[in-house]
Structures are given as C-alpha cells and as structure tokens.
C-alpha cells in the first residue's frame, strides 16, 4: 500500500497548484485524475468556450464590416472545422502543460484512473490503495441532466459534446437560459445556426437584476435568437427533423423543432462515486460536499476544493480555495472563504462583469444606498467602437460610502468590473475613485463621472 503524506483527487484548478505547493514544502503527494488534466475549465468550459466566443465575435464582426467602411467581396462564411481546430489548439497546450507538470514534479505521483475512498486515509484507483493522512477533494462537477420526459429517447448535447461538434448545427435548442447556455446560443447564432433558447424562469439569466435580464435578452433578440421564457413544463420527443421540445410557454407555438438539443440546465457536482460514504464525508442533499469556512469537511484530515464544496462554481473561486488551503496549512495563515467577494462574467458580447451585490440583493438588506446607472451609448470609447449595446449600473453604501456592487454590461465589462472589485477588497470610499483620474478614452474614465451622479436608491 502507497503511503503519501498527501492524495489530491481530480485535476481541476485547485488540485495542481496545491500539488506543487505541497511538493515545495517536502511532501510526498499523490495526484488522482481519471480523464483530462485540467479538468472542467480547461478541456470543456472557460477555455474553449471562450475560444470558441472570439472565433463567434470574428464571425460577426466580418459581418459588420459596411459598418466601418470595410468591404469584404464575396460571401462571409464560417468553417466550423477550422473553428473546432483552433479551439483544440487551445485547449491543447493548457491540458499537456498540466499533464507535463505533474508528472515531471518530483516528490508527486500520478495515478490515472477513477479515485474511490475505501477508508478516511485510504483512496483506491484501479487494484492500487494509496493512503495519507491528508486527502484534497477537487473533483470539480458535470453538466446535469434533468429528469425531463423523454430525455432517454432523444440524443441531446452537454458542455462537454459539444466540444467534438465541428459542424454548424442546423437549428439548436438550447434548454436553460443561464451562464452557460447564453455563450453558446451567441455563439452558434453567430457561426449561423438558428438558435432558440427555452427557459423555465420568466426571464434569462434569473439570479441577475431584471434589467439586467433584459438587457441581455434585447441583445440576444437582435441576433435573432428565439427565446421562450416560462417554459414550465417540458418534454421532448424525437422528430423527423430532429428533436421536438414540447414546451407550455404563456407566449409561443407548443412545440420547439431543432436539429439539436443542447442541455445547459446547471452543474451537479462528481461526489456521486467517490466512496464518501466509506469515508465518512458529509454531503448536502445536492451532493456537494459540507465544508467549514477553511473548506475542512466534517473528517479531519479531509479537504474539499473548488465546485464540488459548492461554496463556488468559478476558476477563480477554485482558484481561491487551493490559496485559503495552501496558506492555512503551509504558511501558518488564517485565510477564510467568507473573506471572498462575489465576482463573475457572462461572455456574452457584450459581456457581463458582475461584483457584490445585485441592486435586488441591495434592497432586500434594506440598507440606504446609492446608485449610478450609465448606457453604453454614453460612453465615448463605445461609440468609437461601434460597440454600445447595454449599461452600466454601480451601488454604494450610503453610510460607509463603500461599494455594495455592481452590474456592468458593455464593452470590456468583464475587465472594468475589476476596478471596483479592487475598491471593494480595499474598503475604500467611493469618493477616492470619484476623485481619480483615469485615461480617455477608456470605458473604465465613466466610472468616476458615474460616481459623482450617484442617486438615492428609492
Ligand atoms: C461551459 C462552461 C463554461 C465555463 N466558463 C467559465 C468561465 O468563463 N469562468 C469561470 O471562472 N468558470 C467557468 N466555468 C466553471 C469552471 O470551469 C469551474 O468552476 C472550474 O473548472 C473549477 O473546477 P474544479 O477545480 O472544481 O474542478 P474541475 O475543473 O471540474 O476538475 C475536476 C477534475 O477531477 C477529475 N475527477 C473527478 N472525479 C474524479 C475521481 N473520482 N477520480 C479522479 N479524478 C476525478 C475530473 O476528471 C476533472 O479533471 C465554466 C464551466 C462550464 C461547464
């Protein structure tokens, strides 16, 4: 039996760099992964959907081309196997360099194959039982799969097959109307396949700020993707042109017709077969894995990283969470995940760059505040760049004079929103932006003007 000090399971965005922190500090680690090195972000989510969102946004900027007195002689198409090619390319060198990483680290280990707990300090891949007495969770989660009637009759897609499509789907369906579902309906709407997305809520994106959803939904309509809100109840059944989405919309024919079905309805986490029982780990009832606030779970020696503790759903909070491990145990710190601020993007074009709290959250605490709202046509760098689709909207703590939040949906949103989020961690006042000077023309030069426009939020 293999004895290790430590065993990290999955190679997701906390496993690695913990694994070389570990290793750095003496340590003999053991490294689990069953498929792709680097796990989620890498191989099926942030780094090709973002590479395939930049091959989208050419595709529809080449469109635009009159619009900037460019001329383009002959028709604009998109080559969805050169499109796929360049994803791999991406997706390629961030998956090997993991893979060469840890397998070049000395002091580490690695097993490839599927880890099961036989015992608190004991984990299992193929017939070899490796024991420590530190274990690191970082199992990362799957696309779900809801229990919708039909669903075993009809073949369907997830984040992760749609990662071998490299052909442009004739009409794609695609169910849920959230985070990931938005990037590809964009994206495919943009490559040229007629997209329709059907949501259950009344409105996209549902956990955003109501304008925020429209907003949204405005720039999706203007595309020309269909959406149907309030689909309640949904099933599916084959059709001869593909897949029939019976929906019971308030608004809309009953039955959606696409050649494909895309399923983006949220994330489960990959706790299901991990022999936690054998263990003693602690799970909710979603299945993700209970964790204190240094992501301790309920047996010493156990740790849960990233999306499978539910206390995150990003690479960043993943990332985070390898940072509050590393320190509390290596550096004799005392590093919290309550320390963390809310903060994420939607890649849509434009894209959404969100921190804190939402203006409904605000006002549910019932606390005075502040706000400054701003449409992206008001912005010069924009409209130099043809580009002023949504608004920016920013909440301050009338008391404190701190920031609560902000929505910002625009050019380079996903970049901007770190300004704040920064004067966030600082605690700083909102009057030290409003006083800084910041370079035209930048979208990021508003953010002062905005400030010095704050409202009472009634
Ligand atoms: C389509 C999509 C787009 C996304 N875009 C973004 C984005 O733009 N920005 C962002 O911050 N986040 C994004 N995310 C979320 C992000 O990918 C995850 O939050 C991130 O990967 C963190 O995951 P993790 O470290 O928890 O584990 P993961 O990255 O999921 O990795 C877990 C690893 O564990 C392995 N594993 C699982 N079980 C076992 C086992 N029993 N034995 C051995 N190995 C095992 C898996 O094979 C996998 O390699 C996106 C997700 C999706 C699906």
């Not at 199992?139 to 992760?160: C, K």
């Not at 429209?214 to 099933?235: F, H, K, S, Y």
């Not at 993943?318 to 601020?341: K, P």
């Not at 902000?406 to 989020?421: K, P, Q």
Request: with cysteine; hydrophobic share 40%.
């Amino acid at each position: 039996m293999p004895k290790f000090d430590a065993i990290v399971i999955g190679t997701g965005q906390a496993g690695p760099p913990l694994a070389r922190r570990l290793v750095a500090a003496g340590r003999k680690v053991a490294v689990i992964e069953r498929k792709h090195f680097g796990g989620t972000c890498v191989n099926t989510g942030c780094t090709p959907t973002k590479a395939l969102v930049a091959s989208a946004y050419a595709a529809h900027t080449a469109r635009r081309h009159a619009d900037y007195g460019v001329t383009i002689v002959g028709p604009i198409a998109v080559d969805m196997k050169a499109v796929k090619a360049r994803k791999d390319s991406i997706v390629a060198p961030s998956r090997n360099g993991v893979e060469r990483s840890l397998k070049s680290l000395e002091g580490c280990t690695v097993y490839q194959g599927h880890g099961r707990f036989v015992a608190p300090n004991a984990v299992k891949v193929g017939e070899t039982v490796l024991e420590a007495p530190q274990i690191f969770i970082n199992v990362g989660g799957r696309a779900s799969v809801p229990a919708m009637p039909g669903l075993d009759q009809v073949p369907y897609l997830t984040n992760s097959s749609m990662m071998d499509v490299d052909f442009l789907p004739k009409h794609l369906v695609v169910v849920g109307g959230s985070y990931i579902g938005l990037e590809f309906a964009q994206a495919y709407r943009r490559f040229g396949s007629k997209v329709t997305v059907i949501e259950m809520a009344p409105r996209l994106i549902a956990r955003e700020d109501e304008d925020v959803s429209m907003g949204v939904a405005d720039v999706l309509d203007a595309e020309g993707i269909e959406l149907r809100l309030n689909a309640t109840c949904m099933t599916v059944e084959k059709h001869a042109e593909g897949v029939a989405v019976n929906v019971d919309c308030t608004e809309g024919a009953p039955q959606v017709i696409g050649s494909h079905l895309l399923l983006a309805v949220g994330r489960r986490p990959n706790t299901d077969d991990l022999g936690l029982d054998k263990a003693g780990v602690a799970t909710d009832a979603r299945g993700f894995i209970t964790v204190d606030d240094q992501l301790r779970t309920n047996v010493p020696g156990i740790f849960a990283l990233g999306d499978c503790n539910g206390r995150g759903a990003f690479t960043h909070t993943a990332w985070n969470d390898f940072e509050i491990v590393a320190a509390n145990l290596l550096d004799g710190g005392e590093r919290r995940v309550a320390d963390r601020i809310a903060a994420y993007a939607l890649y849509t074009d434009p894209p959404l760059g969100r921190c804190g709290m939402s203006e409904t959250e605000v006002r549910k605490s019932g606390r005075p505040a502040l706000i400054a709202t701003m449409p992206m046509e008001d912005v010069s760098r924009a409209f130099e760049k043809g580009e002023t689709n949504g608004f920016m909207k920013i909440l301050v703590d009338k008391e404190t004079k701190q920031f609560l939040g902000a929505a910002l949906f625009g050019l380079n949103g996903d970049e901007i929103v770190h300004t704040i989020l920064d004067q966030m961690y600082a605690k700083a006042p909102y009057t030290v932006m409003a006083r800084a000077v910041h370079i035209h023309p930048t979208v990021t030069e508003l953010l002062p003007t905005m400030l010095q426009e704050l409202r009472e939020l009634e």
